[in-house]
């Protein structure tokens, strides 16, 4: 079975590559990777494959789909979790197969939040490279302590549990909305809704899906209603947030500070190197003028236990598309 492996970098090639000579030497797979990202003007990239390999910046909108549909392809699997990207109306309309790997390491993403907010709160990114410049004054780095403070997990499923349980090892007061509770939560913290959590949070970490509903969840008002001098952070999708609300309460000093490793935008930027570039995104480029937001390009999920884990459960849903199996994994 071919499959064309869209957006791959040098590290979805290891791991696939590994992953699959280790464990299904004998499922017939044949990676065709693709460094491009999956549009409508790359689709002709899969001719002659029976699936394809998608991450988060892809591009699977009806029309990219039929394409698909009519280069051959029958299946879809996604080495991500989050599928926002996926038209599944049209998908299912298709007949295509489509898989996603729900829970490859929730540790890693929370991990990363974490790290986020101790580097923001402590302004460890700062301290690096004034002590590069042998400059060891202590002004402006000024931070508090984390024990204590209101931290606010919006989406409590698996990367805001494990989030919420790293908070609450730090010391702090957990708050957590989810409109689909689960009754895991209430060992580590309090259940309330999203006006009370911004109220009262010092730190707000957003870890929901993007749907309709929660498309720029944190946007003017909502901004707002936070509690002022909070710390905002997103490892989820950029698009939970109005960036241009968000730099308004960075500007008014609303919000303290901002840590982001998903941007709204970031398929034009994100997985790439543009160091040599002239950065055309003015959203972004006022952004990068605060001291006090911290930028990461989606690396949330960047560890080799996370990697190892997508590829095996990816290959596995290759094999559950090629057994007509419908796994806890489809989509469709
Ligand atoms: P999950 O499905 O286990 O949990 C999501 C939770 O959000 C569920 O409990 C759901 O009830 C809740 N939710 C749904 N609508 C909501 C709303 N309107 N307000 C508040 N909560 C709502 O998903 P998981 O594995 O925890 O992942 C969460 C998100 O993290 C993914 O959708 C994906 O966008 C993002 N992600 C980011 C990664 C990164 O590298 N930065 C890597 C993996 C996931």
Redesign the pocket.
Known sequence: MHVTVYSAQPYDRQYLEEVRAAHFAEAGIEWRFQAATLNAGTVALAQDSEAVCVF?NDVLDAGVLEALAREGVKAVVLR???Y?NVDLDAAKRLGLFVARV???S?E??AE?AMALIMTLNRKTHRAFNRVREGNFSLDGLLGSTLHGKTAGV????????VMARLLQGFGCRVLG??????PAFDTLGERVD?DTLLAQADIVSL?????E??YH?INAPALAKMKPGAMLVN???GALIDTQAVIEALKSRQLSALAI??YEQESELFFHDHSAEIIDDDVFARLMTFPNVLVTG?????TVEALREIAEVTCSNLVAYRQGESGPNRLT
Not at 154 to 161: E, F, K, N, S, T
Not at 207 to 211: M, N
């Open positions: 988060v991500c979790a989050g926002n729900p829970a490859y929730p890693a993403v990363h919006v989406g409590a499923g698996r990367i805001g549990l909305y989810d409109p689909f509770p689960n999203l870890h929901c899906p993007l749907t509903d929660t969840l490892t989820s999708r490793d998903v989606h690396q949330g999920f960047f």
